[in-house]
């Protein structure tokens, strides 16, 4: 078995620039574990920065020159971060070297037996399904994750144990620093505008990502999604020469897949699966509604197997698996509606989380959504298609895009979601002050409806305002 690793030399004394940051503060929180002296800032207070002080961490709230200690071993940055932000100025007027978060991140796997999640979509729930099921096992395994667990309660956690589950970006290609031993790709769709020009530039760089798995270790992807089904031809092709240890399984509703799906079955908001692996049947419980998840579950356990991990003992563990904060999580009732958050951004998600609420509402009940599109470069590709997405609510409030890092794109507006949602048959209302919001649902909604709330951006925030005013 391997051993837990240390603290690479140069992140003994690590600066994070914006440390609450989902990814960023997983690994903050692994090497504070370890015993790092880890430091760093943030743009605002928040529950992420005060569980790193718990860790011992310093976190500072702002962002300036003397933030950065004299005797830093690197500064750790996200794609997010700007050339003109002062603490990275001040870091090359020291002379500390820069280091990529996903350098960082894959500095932490070494020599342990690593599992990356790939995917344009699925990730978070697929790698929190693999940490909770090991956790579960007594396996005590490593994970960093780009979201929080219902569970535990955290992105990430040093575990004793030799795997490390890790969420694989492929929106800056910074997955491409791993070495997994088993590699998971849901799905391969065209995305992250801003560094990818077509679908080309998209295969190149999953197919960089699977020739990066480790001689002997599998590649577990999706024998039903377009994309994926023609990148596992493209890594066939290549594990023909350059690749000849590479295991590809691939799983899914398709006759053809090796760990293959027999049958989904909704129970409200969770459901339960049967797949068939090795010619035999096995069915286990997913917490979370919907085809999508439940195929989530299935790469997880097919990536476990690949492992060596018993599958029934493998399945059963995924069933204690309660979800993600954001993944179609139950933010409360009041007056009889259910209200549902979603981080649901990109057309493919938000269709399929739609889908899965329609199936787990009761029956006669409405589903109202309240969406803010994400980006103004997303939403300038695929604002036609979140508007169609839209067609599956009974009624839809549409806010303003929430820019994240992006400046403004004159003459890109919520109007093109809005234009094509109301063009597919949806009603839609345009509201551009979020404040509005909790009171014009509370007025839409009566009893049995269930209420989403869905974006990558703060629209978060209303869920436990929505409540508060159904129960006023």
Do not use: W
Not at 146 to 171: K, Q, Y
Not at 239 to 268: F, N
Not at 352 to 357: G, N, P, R
């Amino acid at each position: 078995m391997a051993s837990a690793p240390g603290i690479p030399t140069a992140l003994e004394r690590p600066h994070f620039i914006g440390i609450g940051g989902a990814g960023m503060s997983g690994i903050a929180k692994i090497l504070a574990a370890r015993g790092a002296k880890v430091a760093g800032s943030d743009a605002k207070e928040s529950e992420t920065a005060q569980a790193l002080r718990a860790l011992g961490a310093t976190v500072h709230i702002g962002h300036a020159a003397a933030h950065l200690a004299d005797d830093a071993s690197c500064v750790v940055v996200s794609s997010a971060i700007r050339a003109d932000n002062p603490e990275l100025v001040r870091a090359g007027e020291l002379g500390v070297p820069v280091m990529h978060r996903s350098d960082a991140l894959a500095s932490l796997m070494g020599g342990l037996r690593p599992i990356a999640v790939a995917g344009t979509h699925g990730k978070t729930t697929t790698t929190s399904m693999l940490a909770v099921a090991l956790t579960e096992l007594g396996l005590d395994p490593s994970y960093a994750i780009g979201g929080d667990l219902e569970g535990p309660g955290t992105n990430a956690r040093h575990g004793e144990g030799e795997i490390f589950v890790a969420e694989a970006d492929e929106s800056d290609r910074s997955f491409q620093k791993y070495d997994p031993e088993v590699a998971i790709v849901l799905n391969v769709e065209l995305d992250h505008h801003a560094n990818y020009a077509s679908m080309d530039e998209i295969y190149e760089s999953f197919e960089t990502f699977a020739g990066k798995i480790v001689p002997g270790g599998t590649l577990v992807i999706s024998a039903d999604q377009a994309g994926a089904v023609e990148l596992a031809s493209r890594v066939r092709d290549l594990s023909a020469g350059d690749l000849p240890a590479l295991k590809v399984v691939t799983y899914g509703e398709a006759a053809t897949a090796d760990v293959r799906v027999h049958k989904i079955t909704a129970r409200g908001l969770t459901s339960e699966v049967t797949v068939v692996l090795d010619g035999r049947f096995l069915t286990f419980a997913v917490s979370v509604p919907g085809r999508h998840y439940a195929l989530n579950a299935v790469a997880a356990l097919a990536a476990g197997v690949a492992l060596g991990i018993p599958a029934h003992n493998l399945a059963s563990a995924i069933g204690t698996y309660t979800g993600v904060k954001r993944r179609l999580q139950l933010k409360g009732e009041a007056a009889g509606v259910q209200v549902v958050d979603s981080y649901a951004h990109h057309p493919t998600e938000m269709t399929a989380d739609l889908e899965a609420m329609r199936d787990a509402a009761p029956t006669g009940s409405r589903l109202l959504v309240v969406f803010q599109p994400h980006l103004f470069s997303r939403t300038q590709e695929l604002g036609t298609e979140m508007g169609q997405a839209l067609a599956l609510a009974d009624a839809s409030i549409v806010l303003d895009i929430y820019p994240a890092r992006e400046d403004p794109v004159p003459g890109i507006t919520s109007a093109l979601v809005i234009d094509a949602a109301t063009a597919a048959g949806a009603q839609v209302t345009a509201v551009h002050d979020k404040d509005a919001v909790p009171g014009l649902v509370a007025g839409m909604a009566g009893p049995g409806d269930l209420v989403l709330t869905m974006g990558a951006g703060d629209v978060t925030d209303l869920g436990p305002l929505i409540l508060a005013r159904l129960s006023a």
